[in-house]
Every structure is written in C-alpha cells, then in structure tokens.
C-alpha cells in the first residue's frame, strides 16, 4: 500500500511561485507513473503534470506548460511540483498520485481513474 502525503500549498499573490511536494511511504519496488492533478470548485478533476519513476513520461497541460515542472527525488521518494508565475485560474486543490505501471508504454495516463493512489491534497489560492 503505497501513502501520499502533499505539502506546500498555501496563499500566494499572482505572478509568485509556489513548490508542492509529495512524500510517498511505502514503494514496493515497481515502477509508477506520479501526477499532479488539481481540482477547482465546481470543476472536474484535471491532470497537471506527469513522470515516470523509471525515467521520461513527462507531461504538462497546456494551461501549465513553461511555468510549472514537475520532478522527483527517488532517494527521497518525495515528488515535486515546482509553479510558478502563478494566475488566479490556478487556484484549485492540488493532488499528488501514484498508478502502477505493469508495462512501460512511453507514456503516463492523464485520467485520474488511471491513478491507484492518491494524496489528501493541498490547497493552492491565488489572488490578483
């Protein structure tokens, strides 16, 4: 059983920068894709940016792409979400996930049902 646990999230005027991590504690050894997805009230949940623990599968929405980067730390099992020239239409809750991959297919899924486990999520208000 693999925990998430999100942190980072917080109140920020536009135009700053904020960084999100995500702690995972218990890894089996199998290779996964991580996500970040967000949520806004009234919204469907949408996919932010991806990776894949054994290397590529980078992935960025559009509405996100060139301001945001998403990385990890394997030593760490820790994931981030580096934001930053940050709109108020990025205010949302952030959520870190995790999907077991059996076969590597080049890509990471950007659909949440994709996902195995997901973290309790942090909020992320942007003002103008």
């Known amino acids: 059983q693999v925990q998430l646990v999100e942190s980072g999230g917080d109140s920020v005027q536009a135009g700053g920068s904020l960084r999100l991590s995500c702690a995972a504690v218990g890894y089996t050894g199998r290779r996964y894709c991580m996500a970040w997805f967000r949520q806004a009230p009234g919204k469907e949940r949408e996919g932010v940016a991806t990776?894949?623990?054994?290397?590529?599968?980078?992935y960025y929405a559009d509405s996100v792409k060139g301001r945001f980067t998403i990385s990890q730390v394997n030593a760490k099992n820790t994931l981030y979400l580096q934001m930053n020239s940050l709109q108020p239409e990025d205010t949302a809750m952030y959520y870190c996930?995790?999907?077991?991959?059996?076969?590597?297919?080049?890509?990471?899924?950007?659909?949440?049902?994709?996902?195995?486990?997901w973290g309790q999520g942090t909020q992320v208000t942007v003002s103008s």
């Open positions: 996930a995790a999907g077991i991959v059996p076969i590597w297919i080049g890509s990471c899924a950007t659909n949440p049902p994709s996902y195995n486990y």
């Open positions: 990776l894949y623990t054994g290397g590529g599968g980078e």
